[in-house]
């Protein structure tokens, strides 16, 4: 069986020769510069036999959406990258579901049959701003209540009311019972939830180019998913 290359993603169907594996990658055909190069893919093998008669054998090839996941945003190779492309397709195709707290974003993915946690969710989203394609606005924010999976949104005053009645019942209970559970179960009982605001998230206009890349591969990675 032969090794080719379909989308720009190396598929190899069997165990191929120190000097096939060269002609596909290029450069030299040293087994080192070959091991270099193929770990630097992420790519799982494993060797057998000795010297000029050892063979490689391929266990797992990443997507081009994995290769960049992991070369550009730095993200590990024992990622749940089903997950990532499922949360990367909705945000970055979707402007009002990118600027979404997480708990809703996590609410209207498990609707859709993908369960994501919220700090997951935060976690994939991190990565982002790590690399500077997105950013949280720090002037403007969404305002909400949730707690124990129930989210509602808010406006600002209601928000700010929250957190006045949360330091002045803070003040109370630490006076007459000294247990600040009660003010946090009493904001969740008049509020539906605990006051929360999220900044809004930004694209990075400098970094358009690979912004666009990222969301070519993860449309690419998510149609071949649901199209098979």
């Not at 000029?52 to 054998?57: D, E, G, L, N, R």
């Not at 997507?63 to 070369?71: A, I, K, L, T, V």
């Amino acid at each position: 069986m032969k090794i080719f290359h379909k989308g720009g993603n190396m598929a190899i169907s069997k165990d191929v020769t120190i000097s096939e594996i060269a002609a596909i990658l290029g450069g030299s055909s040293k087994r080192q510069a070959i091991k270099r190069k193929l770990e630097r893919r992420h790519i799982l093998y494993s060797i057998q036999g000795r010297g000029s008669k050892a063979t490689f054998k391929i266990e797992k090839i990443p997507s081009p959406f994995q290769e960049f996941c992991m070369d550009d945003l730095k993200f590990s190779k024992n990622t749940d990258f089903e997950k990532l492309r499922n949360l990367y397709y909705y945000c970055l195709n979707d402007e009002l579901f990118m600027a979404k707290p997480d708990e809703e974003k996590a609410m209207l993915l498990e609707d859709k049959g993908k369960h994501i946690s919220r700090q997951t969710i935060a976690g994939y989203e991190r990565k982002l701003f790590d690399v500077y394609f997105y950013s949280k606005s720090d002037t403007e924010f969404i305002y909400y209540f949730a707690s124990d999976g129930n989210y509602r949104t808010a406006e600002h005053e209601e928000y700010l009311e929250a957190w006045h009645d949360y330091w002045e019942w803070k003040e109370q209970t630490k006076k007459e019972l000294g247990n600040l559970r009660y003010v946090c179960a009493r904001i969740k009982l008049k509020y539906g939830g605990f006051p929360r605001k999220q900044g809004i998230i930004q694209a990075n206009a400098i970094e358009m180019p690979q912004i666009r890349k990222l969301i070519a591969l993860t449309n690419e990675s998510f149609e071949k998913a649901y199209s098979e």
